[in-house]
């Protein structure tokens, strides 16, 4: 059982998802805290809600990154966690702090990486013309959206859906993803090769998706 701290900036429906994972009796992982960087959010009612422990770290209140930075370092370490999962928080961590846990830190990010890192994905997607978008959970590099991939999940895009429809169905598949690559990171199967991961006993899919559907 590895103790994980996880990092919100908002609504946290990935939080959820991890909340309701580390709830089942088999998985590896257990939340010791949730932090937010942002008061009064939704997430941390889904921390309290679930009986753990939250607290606020609000940038704001920093002059530096560094500062920050440094204070969320020291609730990670009192809270004793091995393993930090980013789960929509909003804040760039400076290089510092990203070496500090370096292959300690996951992320989830709505895009098929390393294709749309940064905000507004699935706008860019559709006006990119993309078949495909999805998702992607990953280890933590000093780079915006960037490190070794864990798991990815991928879906067809219809060119009429909305960036919001196409982000609420790229949503569900995080929700899948995120419990998935942490159970393979804390069961310890996940191992760092350069600038890839290798994951012992993993199953790859063989599946095909031509999009449009041809004729
Ligand atoms: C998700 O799309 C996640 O991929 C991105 O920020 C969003 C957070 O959503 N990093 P939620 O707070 O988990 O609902």
């Known amino acids: 059982m590895i103790d994980i701290a996880v990092l919100i900036s908002g609504g946290g429906t990935n939080l959820q998802a991890l909340i309701d994972a580390c709830a089942r009796d088999d998985f590896p992982a257990r939340i010791a805290l949730v932090i937010s960087n942002n008061p009064g959010v939704k997430g941390l009612e889904r921390a309290e809600k679930a009986g753990i422990a939250t607290t606020v770290i609000n940038h704001r209140d920093f002059e530096t990154r560094e500062a920050f930075d ?32 370096r292959n300690r830190m ?15 994905t699935q706008e860019r997607a559709l006006e990119a013309g993309v078949c495909f978008s999805g998702c992607t959970v990953h280890f933590v590099n000093p780079e915006l959206d960037d490190g070794p991939i864990i798991t990815q999940a991928a879906l067809a895009i219809n060119p009429s859906e909305t960036a919001d429809e196409l982000a609420a169905r790229v949503l569900e598949l995080e929700h899948i993803i995120y419990p998935q690559a942490l159970r393979l990171v804390a069961e310890g199967r996940v191992r760092v090769v350069g600038n890839k991961v290798t994951i012992s006993g993993a199953e790859y899919s063989d599946q095909k998706i031509i999009n449009p559907v041809p004729e």
């Open 70 to 101: 440094d204070q969320l370092h020291e609730a990670l370490n009192d809270c004793g966690a091995k393993l930090i999962c980013l789960a929509g928080f909003m804040r760039i961590l400076d290089a510092r702090f990203v070496n500090r846990w």
């Open 106 to 120: 996951i992320n989830i990010h709505p895009s098929l990486l390393p294709s749309f890192k940064g905000l507004h």
